[in-house]
């Protein structure tokens, strides 16, 4: 089945696929063309750095039981 909202514009979105559907919603993927284009190009390679670097960090015991 074709979705007809493929291609469509919400908001600032262009709606791009469904990712999934299920119940009363679908999911559907967008593309916000103001912020596709990232001023550094550096940028993705800072956050995955930045998120190894938090994924090591050690979790503090907690008191509970």
Not at 3 to 15: F, K, N, R, S, V
Not at 29 to 39: D, T
Not at 47 to 65: D, K, N, V, Y
């Amino acid at each position: 089945m074709i979705d007809p909202l493929i291609g469509q514009t919400l908001a600032q979105d262009e709606l791009q696929d469904r990712l999934g559907r299920g119940g009363g919603a679908a999911v559907q993927r967008a593309l916000q063309p103001s912020v596709a284009q990232l001023p550094d190009p550096m940028l993705p390679e800072r956050f995955r750095r930045e998120a190894r670097m938090a994924a090591r960090l050690p979790i503090p015991a907690t008191g509970g039981s």
